[in-house]
């Protein structure tokens, strides 16, 4: 490993990665509190927490941390994340990294919806999604048996909010009207809201956004070609909440991408493309349908059911070349956990079952000449069942899961099909004086599929599939173990810490990927021989006292591929540079709010021999939020992002050969007015 801990992370407790410690604390998580026990004449059990409490070994970023932030695209939204990684340069083409795991090998979801399907590779990971709808955003990096499928790195869950998140207190009705500017790329928003109840339980939420962009400013002067573009979103939510322990939600969601980009190998989220490159007019939708029923009877401990269904549909069309794919997937999940106590323990049991079954189309995305004439397809299958185990007695904790996971996965003329069991365990002892330690190990399997959809359809009986022999399942193992530490009073009277600092060690074998030439027949599939590796340090500070908040993380991260250095690499992975970041918010007065991100990531030089090194850089971002007294309707914000003005690439952006690595925006200087009704 190329760093050592530095000392005064030595002296610290440890960040509980572990998924059997108690709530994740962060900057936008409140300690969670023990249920209380309801008696029946056997056995103890447990009441439920609340609803929207973080499971254990997450970390959650909240409604608030967005809006102050002013988060416009998905870089926005991991801003004050350490342990994420955007990479890709314009909105439509970036890429989520965690811990330098490509998103491709995670589980990404919006409202219970899988995602991260992308459908060309100079492309993002995600179909498009407005940070103005987020209600939280849920990052668990280690395995669990209920964190779904596929979540080899991992898993990010995204959820939109209610109607009854936006009505004004002792309001039946409302709406809200917003309005923003960013300078950057001269970004024009606009959205509208409305929501109300219909009788007591039931709330209904209508929105519709658009942003209009430029081609974005780097730092220092000059514009990224093929960068500018619109977003249009809309979302329909119907929610009936806590009616005699029933809620239901219905949702129905649409993000559109349109602009001038480029298809080409050099171009998008590959550098700046070459001077004869011709940009084509491209649009991509996603469209998502989300059902969710939950049950929670009063005092009955032993059942809250949560049941899902849910539609999402990803195109991308090239409307000058008339090419185009597309996904579509269904897909759902059925749970039960039990809360009680029995013989002096406390237990949370959760057990049931999810499954998947997407199918891609293509019409000649990679062009006619390397696929063929003609329509071509492709599916993917997996079923799993679960049941994980999270069992305290006295001061220790332990934690038991298993999940099953039955796959198919049609790659052109060949399959890869089967099962395979992934276990997960932990413990964590509390060591006395608000001091615990902690250690987890996790594997998961995948076999549903590479992206892009492109190259799954593009493969005929002459292709090379593995080389003739059978492909293996995508697995994953995950190990970690830190320290860790939460007390109140500790600096001052009336404050709370939690500090934090744990190891972990993910190792992903068997990817199924793309090589040759890529684009230029013969490519081929196969089972890469190497395995990924994601090892490194992660360290977390918060302290909280009166209206002061202040949080730190640091993220050491070694990402290599059979143990050499590793380039960015789509659907792969990419090593990073050490990273800290530190937030701050301080509510001034009543009404007034002023915020600082610090963003300082360490120069790169453990890269290949052919890659360049990447230069490390410094962020200074500073946000102010002010609701004047006399108009309380109205909330003004100003945030201004890379206020130094730092031209810097993101150690996760793809190199088109030669350092040709696409700059981040420069200065960004946002305002937003909004009017709720």
Do not use: C
Request: glycine share 12%.
């Amino acid at each position: 490993m190329r760093h050592a801990v530095p000392l005064f992370l030595l002296g610290a407790s440890a960040l509980p990665i572990a998924p059997l410690t108690f709530a994740q604390q962060t900057a936008d998580t409140p300690a969670e509190q023990a249920p209380p026990l309801a008696t029946l004449p056997e056995v103890k059990l447990i009441g439920q927490s609340a609803p929207d409490a973080p499971l254990p070994g997450i970390t959650r970023i909240s409604r608030e941390t967005l809006q102050r932030q002013q988060a416009m695209d998905v870089a926005d939204v991991f801003a004050s994340e350490p342990a994420v990684s955007i990479g890709g340069g314009a909105s439509n083409a970036q890429r989520i990294y965690l811990r330098g795991v490509d998103g491709a090998n995670l589980h990404i979801s919006i409202d219970g919806a899988r995602q991260g399907r992308s459908l060309h590779q100079h492309r993002g990971d995600l179909g498009g999604i407005d940070p103005d709808l987020l209600k939280q955003v849920d990052i668990q990096p280690g395995p669990s048996a209920d964190a779904g499928p596929g979540a080899l790195g991992g898993s990010i869950r995204f959820d939109t909010v209610d109607a009854q998140d936006l009505l004004a207190p002792g309001k039946r009705a409302g709406a809200t009207v917003r309005a923003a500017y960013a300078s950057a790329d001269e970004a024009r928003r606009g959205a509208v809201s409305a929501y109300g109840m219909l009788g007591n339980a039931v709330g209904l939420l209508a929105h519709v956004s658009a942003v209009n962009r430029d081609n974005y400013r780097i730092g220092g002067g000059g514009d990224v070609p093929n960068s500018a573009g619109h977003d249009r979103d809309y979302l329909l939510k119907l929610s009936l909440l806590d009616l005699a322990g029933h809620s239901l939600r219905l949702g129905a969601a649409r993000n559109r991408n349109a602009g001038l980009y480029l298809f080409s190998r050099v171009g998008s989220d590959n550098g700046y493309a070459p001077a004869n490159a011709v940009p084509t007019s491209q649009r991509s939708e996603r469209h998502t349908y989300t059902l969710e029923h939950r049950y929670q009877p009063a005092g009955n401990a032993l059942l809250d059911w949560k049941f899902n269904l849910y539609l999402n549909k990803n195109a991308l069309e090239d409307v000058t070349q008339a090419r185009s794919a597309r996904t579509t997937e269904r897909g759902g999940s059925a749970r039960n956990t039990a809360h009680l106590a029995l013989a002096g323990t406390q237990h949370r049991l959760t057990a049931g079952a999810d499954f998947m079954d997407e199918e891609g189309v293509t019409d000649g995305v990679l062009g006619a000449a390397i696929l063929g004439p003609g329509r071509k397809s492709t599916q993917a299958r997996n079923l799993g069942l679960f049941v994980q185990e999270r069992m305290r007695w006295q001061a220790l904790q332990l934690s038991l899961g298993v999940r099953h996971d039955h796959y198919h996965t049609a790659f052109g003329p060949r399959t890869v099909k089967g099962g395979k069991t992934s276990p997960n365990a932990g413990a964590e002892l509390e060591l006395g004086g608000g001091v615990g330690a902690f250690a987890s190990y996790g594997e998961a399997v995948r076999a549903s599929g590479i992206i892009p959809i492109g190259f799954l359809t593009s493969l005929d009986k002459k292709s090379n599939f593995n080389n003739g022999k059978p492909f293996k399942p995508e697995t994953s193992a995950t190990r970690e173990a830190g320290l860790q530490y939460e007390g109140a009073n500790t600096l001052q009277n009336g404050d709370h810490l939690t500090v934090r600092l744990g190891y972990f060690d993910t190792r992903i074998a068997n990817l199924i990927e793309w090589a040759g030439q890529g684009v230029v027949y013969p490519a081929y599939l196969r089972n890469m021989p190497e395995t990924l590796r994601s090892k490194g340090w992660e360290w977390k500070a918060r302290w909280q006292r009166g209206g002061y908040g202040t949080s730190v993380g640091v993220v050491l991260a070694d990402t290599t591929v059979g143990g050499k250095p590793l380039n960015p690499a789509r659907r792969v992975g990419t090593a990073l540079g050490d990273r800290l970041t530190w937030d701050s918010q301080w509510q001034v007065l009543p009404g007034l709010a002023a915020g600082y991100t610090l963003n300082a990531v360490r120069r790169l030089d453990d890269v290949p021999k052919a890659a360049v090194q990447r230069a490390g850089y410094v962020l200074h971002d500073v946000q102010l939020q002010w609701q004047p007294d006399a108009l309380r309707a109205l909330s003004l914000a100003l945030a201004v992002r890379n206020l130094g003005d730092k031209r810097y690439t993101s150690h996760s952006s793809l190199d088109g050969g030669a350092g040709n690595i696409l700059p981040e925006p420069g200065r960004d200087v946002r305002v937003s007015a909004n009017y709720q009704f």
